[in-house]
């Protein structure tokens, strides 16, 4: 698979990577003999660059890829896991807390249960708002002195924590949600990481899986799906919503892919150091999320699904009320 630059470090990673937290966390049922499988399948297909957190579980996540690793060369696997809360005894998370000292206690956690002496791409999940973000980097800049973190990102911050931050020690990536129907990063974000020098990771690149047009009802999801509390997943939303997959769904159809290879490609073609990172607990999604890649369509094609999409506005908001409370998007 094309390989591609985040940042100015040195950082290569696949042209997309593959996000694991499904495979524990928040999406329903989970299978570890499955999802291992994934895991080796993506490496046969060249998908290097995985996507972890310790909040993905907690810790059952980072505990999955450490029994992936074992018996693999460590430099085929490019790791970004990442720190931010606290938890209580019953895993619970209980407060944001990126001080160098709970640094240092996440960072050891992570290198044990990925079962590793370095992590790729370490990132702050979310932003502390009781801990001054060059206090944050500070120590993330000695765990890359330590050898123990090669590069270093942030999840979901504005631009003015963007430009602080990397003040102190250059940034190689920035991870947020984009996708076809949210796209609240193209105003004043990407454009800030492209004066700077800074990769971006998308998460939700097919919208949770809504892009794929396999959901059309919220009974496809099952009972313990966190996406039954997401608004955009409402009823009346998903109604709306279904527009815009229609409309992926129409180009697919007539350039003979699929409505997710379509997503997946139109976001690889915004730029090159965007890297998607689509999640999957599936073999045969993992390979048709692959095959978006070496998906070439002509730029008419592009352009008249722009045009198409211009005044669509998705229904409902991203997160509920409390997550959305957690993302920082101070100017």
């Keep these: 698979m094309e390989k591609r630059t985040l940042g100015r470090q040195g950082l290569t990673v696949s042209a997309l990577g593959l996000g694991c937290m499904g495979m524990t966390y928040a999406y329903g049922e989970t299978d570890e003999k499955e999802s291992l499988r994934v895991l080796d399948r993506a490496l046969e297909l060249g998908v290097n660059f995985w996507d972890t957190a310790e909040l993905y ?15 693999k060369a ?16 019953e895993g619970k998370q209980t407060e944001l807390d990126s001080s160098p000292a ?3 206690e ?5 290198l044990k249960r990925l079962g590793t002496d370095y992590i790729d791409l370490y990132y702050q999940h979310r932003l502390d708002p009781n ?11 000695e765990l890359v002195k330590a050898g123990k973190v090669k590069y270093i990102g942030l999840s979901e911050v504005g631009p003015q924590t963007i430009r602080r931050a990397h003040a102190v020690h250059p940034l190689s990536a920035i991870q947020s949600e984009y996708s076809l129907w949210e796209r609240n990063v193209e105003e004043k974000i990407l454009p800030l990481l492209q004066e700077l020098g800074i990769g971006f990771v998308a998460y939700s690149p097919i919208g949770r899986g809504f892009l794929s047009g396999k959901i059309t009802s919220v009974n496809d999801l099952s ?6 509390s997401n608004p955009r997943f409402e009823e009346k939303n998903i109604a709306h919503n279904l527009g815009l997959v229609k409309k992926v769904q129409a180009l697919a159809t007539a350039q003979g892919a699929t409505p997710a290879q379509i997503a997946l490609a139109w976001l690889l073609k915004q730029d090159k150091s965007i890297v998607p990172i689509p999640g999957t ?38 997160y509920p009320e ?6 920082d998007r101070r100017e």
């Design 106 to 110: 996440s960072i050891e956690g992570s």
């Design 322 to 327: 409390a997550g959305l409370r957690s993302i």
């Design 74 to 89: 460590r430099d085929k696997v490019i790791i970004a896991t990442k720190f931010a809360w606290r938890f209580s005894p």
């Design 223 to 228: 009972g313990s799906d966190w996406r039954r």
């Design 281 to 318: 607990k599936h073999i045969k999604y993992l390979e048709e999320n692959a095959k978006a890649a070496t998906l070439n369509l002509a730029e008419p094609v592009w352009a008249a699904l722009d045009e198409s999409l211009a005044s669509f506005k998705t229904a409902g908001l991203r």
């Design 131 to 141: 801990t001054p973000i060059e206090d944050t980097v500070g120590a993330l800049a």
């Design 57 to 71: 579980g907690p810790y059952k996540n980072e505990e999955l890829l450490g029994k992936s690793l074992k018996g």
């Design 102 to 104: 709970h640094i240092k």
